[in-house]
C-alpha cells in the first residue's frame, strides 16, 4: 500500500461529458502529480501541484484542469470527453517538490464510450 | 526518436531463467527509476538509482552514468514476476518524469 488513494477505481462515461478524478496524497507530502496512461503513449506526466499551488505542467490538454486543496487532496477535471481520452490515470505523490522518491496511487480506470 | 528507450518491448521466459531489461535515455538526468506495474494497474517502485549498482531480493538494477544506460536483472524469475516493467528517469534541467514505453515480461512455470 502506496499511502496514495485515488478515487473512483473505474469510470465509465460518454462521449462530451465531464468527470472528477479524485487523490489524496500520502500523509505528510505535499505535492501531487498527475499521469495518464493510454495503450498507445505509455505513461505521460499531465500535472503537479505544491502545496495548493501550480508546480509544472506536461502534456496536459485545455479540457482538463485539476486543482490541489488546503487540506492536499487534489482534483483533476476531465470535461468534454473523447474517446481517445480513455486512459488509466495515476495519481502519486512526493514530500518536496521533486519526485525523488514515487509513490503511486491504483489508478483510475476512466471509459469514454 | 524517445527520450527514454526500452529493450526488449516483450520477453517470455522460463521459470528459473535469467532476465535482463534494458533502458537507454538521452536527457540529463538527477535519478533514475525502475517500476513494476502488474495486470491489475497498480505501479510500485523497484528502485531509484543515480550511480552504481542496487540489489533487492532477486532484482538487481545497475547504471552507468557515462553511457546513459541502465539494466534490470531478474535471477532465477518466477511467474509472479510476470509484469510491466518501466524504466523512469528525472530529468536533470526540468524535474520531470519521463518514462519508457515499458516490457511486457512473461514467466512461465
Known amino acids: 500500500d502506496s499511502g496514495v488513494t485515488q478515487t473512483p477505481k473505474h469510470l465509465i462515461t460518454a462521449t462530451g461529458q465531464r468527470v472528477t478524478l479524485r487523490c489524496s496524497p500520502r500523509?505528510?507530502?505535499?505535492?501531487v502529480y498527475w499521469y495518464q496512461q493510454s495503450l498507445d503513449q505509455g505513461l505521460q506526466f499531465l500535472i503537479q501541484?505544491?502545496?495548493?499551488?501550480?508546480?509544472a505542467k506536461g502534456n496536459i490538454l485545455e479540457r482538463f484542469s485539476a486543482q490541489q486543496f488546503p487540506d492536499l487532496h487534489s482534483e483533476l477535471n476531465l470535461s468534454s470527453l473523447e474517446l481517445g481520452d480513455s486512459a488509466l490515470y495515476f495519481c502519486?505523490?512526493?514530500?518536496?517538490?521533486?519526485?525523488?522518491?514515487?509513490?503511486f496511487g491504483e489508478g483510475s480506470w476512466l471509459t469514454v464510450v | 526518436k524517445n527520450e527514454v528507450e526500452q529493450s526488449p518491448q516483450n520477453l517470455t521466459a522460463q521459470e528459473g531463467e535469467f532476465i535482463t531489461i534494458n533502458c537507454s535515455y538521452s536527457v540529463g538526468i538527477s535519478a533514475l527509476h525502475w517500476l513494476q506495474q502488474h495486470p491489475g494497474g497498480g505501479i510500485v517502485s523497484l528502485f531509484m538509482l543515480s550511480s552504481g549498482k542496487k540489489k533487492h531480493g532477486r532484482l538487481i538494477a545497475t547504471i552507468n552514468i557515462q553511457e546513459k544506460h541502465s539494466s534490470l536483472h531478474i535471477t532465477a524469475s518466477h511467474p509472479r514476476d510476470s509484469a510491466v516493467y518501466i524504466c523512469?528517469?528525472?530529468?536533470?534541467?526540468?524535474?520531470?518524469?519521463?518514462f519508457g514505453t515499458g516490457t511486457r515480461l512473461q514467466v512461465f512455470p
Open positions: 502519486a505523490s512526493s514530500f518536496g517538490t521533486v519526485q525523488n522518491t514515487i509513490y
Open positions: 501541484y505544491y502545496n495548493g499551488e501550480e508546480r
Open positions: 523512469a528517469v528525472l530529468s536533470y534541467n526540468t524535474d520531470k518524469l519521463i
Open positions: 500523509s505528510g507530502d505535499l505535492s
